[in-house]
């Protein structure tokens, strides 16, 4: 531990993180007996389990900058220690500049600190504001930014309305979800105040959150005319992450609405359907067991992350540091085209009494029945697949 009383009121620690090195607060004086260290209780937000999010943005910016062909002003208006718009300086080629902020004075000063340490000031800028306010200061046209990457505690919604204005024509947009809580159904009723979209608390309700605040995004971009391209999602390590490019289009955004809807499922036989629309939702009977189904809505029903889009991410593979994030983009790259939802075999067998197959057999059985089956990133026992559920639960019962 390196001794911060000189410059900062706490104890520190020297990191490095990817290619920078950054002091952060002594974490370990923040542990209690569950958990290495509870972020919320210390002075300026760092925490080494969101590198592999960084990581991830790191390669998504790497690709994006080299499809747009032009020089970032990227805006990070949520920064905690700073290490992530730092490393975005200094790892993603084409960086013009960047403004970080934090509401949190203690936040901006070390974040201004570490910025000076990796000799980046000509770089980047730090503020200590609000963000709503900072990213209002950037919506006159000639200002506004290519990427803003919103990491806030909790729920981003409250921060999309002014993201989108502070950004430019076919800008990228990086939200990050940390209320699972919320999103998947534990407490519903916030997920309704935040996203106006009931969740529902199925074992696929990870991919239910994604798909709920990309529903809350499209909307919010609709009424300023904007069109939401998604290029990436994921989940990890209790929240969801999306990338999308943000399109001046009313035409393209009436067409994105078409792709939002509603999915039903029925708790007893663990079918499940989806419609498309918004209006005049009516909870339909099972028809597989004749039970009620439950609904989730509205929520996005498009595709989660856009194949061309992967595969450039892909594209200089060899030698990249990013091998574990890597393998989190080939796996995704292989459920880009499935269906919505997913079967969690553990689930299923349970349903069954059964003990639980391997999923590569699950997976060979139903393609060789001709239907599409896919393992998902979501869960290492999920299925996605267009198959009725009687061909799975036979699948699985043949696979033991
Ligand atoms: C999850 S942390 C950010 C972590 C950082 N992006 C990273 O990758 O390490 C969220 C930060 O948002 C700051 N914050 C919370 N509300 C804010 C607001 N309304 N405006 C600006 N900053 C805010 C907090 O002080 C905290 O540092
Ligand atoms: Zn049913």
């Given amino acids: 531990m390196v001794d911060g009383l000189i410059f900062f009121p706490y104890p520190i620690d020297e990191i490095a993180e990817g290619s920078v090195q950054i002091v952060v607060p002594c974490l370990k004086i923040f542990a209690d007996g569950t958990a290495e260290h509870i972020p919320s209780k210390t002075p300026v937000y760092y925490n080494p389990q969101m590198a592999l999010n960084r990581n991830i943005t790191i390669l998504v910016l790497r690709t994006y900058q080299s499809l747009v062909k032009k020089e970032l ?151 300023y005319d904007l069109h939401v391209q998604v290029l990436f999602s994921f989940y990890a390590h209790h929240y969801v992450r999306v990338y999308t490019q943000i399109n001046h289009s009313a035409e393209t955004a009436n067409k994105t609405l078409k792709e939002i809807g509603y999915i039903f499922h029925c708790f007893n036989c663990l079918h499940r359907e989806w419609t498309f629309g918004f209006i005049n939702v009516k909870e339909p009977k099972c028809f597989v067991c004749g039970g009620k189904m439950s609904v989730s809505g509205p929520l996005w029903l498009g595709e989660l992350a856009n194949k061309n889009f992967i595969l450039n991410m892909l594209a200089d593979e060899k030698g990249n540091e990013f091998q574990r994030e890597l393998k989190i983009i080939r796996d995704i790259l292989k459920e880009c085209d499935a269906p919505p939802t997913y079967y969690a075999l553990n689930r299923l067998s349970k349903k069954l009494n059964i003990p639980s197959p391997r999923k590569v057999n699950v997976i060979k059985k139903l393609v060789d029945q001709g239907y599409q089956a896919f393992p998902t990133h979501f869960d290492s026992q999920g299925i996605k697949s267009n198959s009725p559920i009687s061909v799975i639960e036979q699948a699985l019962n043949t696979s033991v």
């Fill in 73 to 223: 002003f990227i805006c990070e208006p949520l920064t905690g220690s700073g290490v992530r718009g730092i490393r975005f300086a200094a790892e993603v080629n084409g960086v013009k500049s960047v403004v970080m902020n934090d509401l949190n004075p203690l936040a901006a000063k070390l974040a201004r600190y570490n910025v000076k340490k990796n000799a980046l000031d000509h770089k980047i800028i730090v503020e200590n504001m609000d963000a709503n306010y900072l990213l209002s200061n950037f919506t006159f046209p000639a200002k506004r930014f290519d990427v803003i990457d919103i990491d806030p505690f909790g729920s981003p919604s409250i921060f999309i309305d002014t993201a989108l204005r502070a950004l430019r024509n076919k800008g990228l947009l990086a939200l990050t979800a940390t209320d699972t809580a919320p999103l998947c159904g534990v407490k519903p009723q916030a997920c309704i105040r935040k996203y106006f979209s009931k969740p529902l608390r199925t074992e696929y309700c990870h991919e239910l959150a994604i798909r709920i605040l990309l529903s809350y995004l499209n909307f919010t971009a609709a009424k």
